[in-house]
């Protein structure tokens, strides 16, 4: 009887469990309660509802306050209409220099530009903020200058990836400052006369492509309006300086404010070095080998020179094709030319010998010896230098312009020429050799 009752007990406990519902008054109880618990374990977070209140509620006051200022704001008329002209100061930081074409005339450079200038429409009181910064969608709402490349700007753009880069600021009292990053391409005259030791200039100008000096007038916004950024050494040419300048510029509707920069290029030396002038000294050097030749020895002098000769017609042909087709002749052609004329002058030297050595021995052939005569070895005389006197006859110091052979000059000259003083004077030195060889034997 007692188990019974005790299952009895167990069995209704069990029922009245899985059949209970909580209120709703003691669900709330229980949510409060694990709030506060979560409160206490985390003070911050306390602090971080307060902190997202207060930037919600300055993102709304600055909606406003850009909501107002373009409420009556029109964007086609400059700021100051029917006053002193505006001025627009600019600045340039140059980050990247190249590539640079001679063949084109053109070099390309990557930069910020910015431009700063005051809006009085734009003014704005605000307790948070003293500078606003905005992103470029705010731009097409405000007037901005036009600005343009003028003269030898052909290929210039705004870089657009992610977005694109633009930058807008606007103070308090309406200054404005607008950065944009560029890559210009730009013509550049050249002028090869030097080449390849020349220095190029090229230069860059802006201003405002409608409104003339009497609507906006640029300036420089600090000096020299310029900074180098970045690497500005390139393959062939290095920026060895630059210069920034205000102009006006006349034009059909009036004179226009323009700004200009101008870089001073100098070419690297070392290629043209290794390729060109080096090897035109050495084929210099190789021709003037056949100096140390014997004259008699002629196909030997004949194909060094035609072989240095056509070398050096390579090598100017070469050359011309590193530059353009201009119609004026730089430095390196008159290098070249210079080299290949002492190549040329160095064959021309051997023909000029042979020619007028033949021309005074008269064109005679040496006598044919007899089969017999020629059998038997000849005999070999006693020579000395009264024995060849008959044959040379009298006169040697006597015949001008040769009549001293102790001069180099005079030596080569005569060689040259085919003077008979210079035949007898090497008889005379050859016959002396001779006698001391057969006197020690």
Not at 127 to 133: I, R
Request: one cysteine or more.
């Amino acid at each position: 009887m007692f188990h019974w009752l005790l299952f009895l007990i167990l069995f209704c406990g069990c029922i009245h469990t899985i059949t209970y519902t909580p209120s709703l008054n003691e669900l709330m109880k229980h949510a409060v309660d694990e709030k506060l618990s979560q409160l206490k374990r985390s003070p911050r977070s306390v602090h971080n509802t307060t902190e997202r209140a207060t930037t919600k509620e300055k993102s709304q006051r600055m909606t406003e306050l850009l909501d107002n200022l373009l409420k009556s704001y029109d964007m086609y008329i400059r700021p100051g209409f029917g006053g002193p002209p505006l001025t627009v100061k600019s600045n340039m930081v140059l980050t990247s220099m190249g590539p640079f074409s001679d063949f084109e005339a053109e070099f390309t450079f990557q930069c910020f530009i910015r431009h700063f200038w005051q809006d009085e429409r734009l003014n704005f009181s605000s307790s948070d903020n003293t500078q606003l910064v905005l992103n470029s969608i705010m731009l097409n709402k405000v007037w901005k200058p036009d600005t343009f490349f003028r003269g030898n700007g052909q290929n210039s753009y705004i870089h657009d990836m992610t977005r694109p880069n633009q930058l807008f600021r606007l103070s308090k009292d309406g200054n404005i400052t607008f950065s944009s990053r560029l890559t210009i391409s730009a013509k550049c005259p050249m002028d090869f006369s030097n080449f390849p030791m020349d220095t190029q200039k090229c230069t860059v100008e802006f201003g405002s492509f409608g409104y003339d000096t009497t609507e906006i007038v640029y300036r420089w916004a600090d000096h020299p309006g310029l900074r180098l950024s970045g690497d500005s050494e390139m393959s062939q040419f290095v920026l060895e300086t630059f210069r920034t300048t205000e102009r006006i510029e006349p034009g059909l509707a009036g004179n226009y404010s323009v700004l200009a920069v101008e870089f001073y290029f100098a070419r690297n030396l070392g290629y043209f070095i290794m390729q060109t002038y080096l090897p035109c000294i050495m084929i210099v050097i190789l021709s003037w080998v056949a100096f140390w030749i014997n004259r008699e020895a002629a196909p030997a002098r004949i194909s060094l020179g035609i072989t240095t000769d056509l070398t050096m017609t390579t090598f100017a042909i070469s050359s011309r094709q590193q530059i353009p087709k201009v119609s004026y002749p730089s430095a390196m052609d008159w290098y070249v030319l210079m080299c290949y004329l002492f190549v040329f002058m160095a064959l021309v030297e051997y023909a000029a010998v042979n020619y007028f050595i033949k021309r005074g021995e008269g064109g005679k052939q040496p006598p044919i010896q007899k089969e017999n005569e020629s059998s038997s070895p000849p005999k070999r005389p006693k020579l000395n230098s009264e024995n060849w006197k008959p044959s040379i006859g009298n006169g040697i110091n006597n015949e001008p312009p040769f009549n001293n052979m102790s001069s180099m000059l005079v030596k080569f000259c005569a060689c040259l020429c085919g003077s008979m003083q210079y035949k007898k004077w090497k008889i005379m030195q050859i016959t002396t050799q001779f006698n001391s060889v057969v006197i020690h034997s």
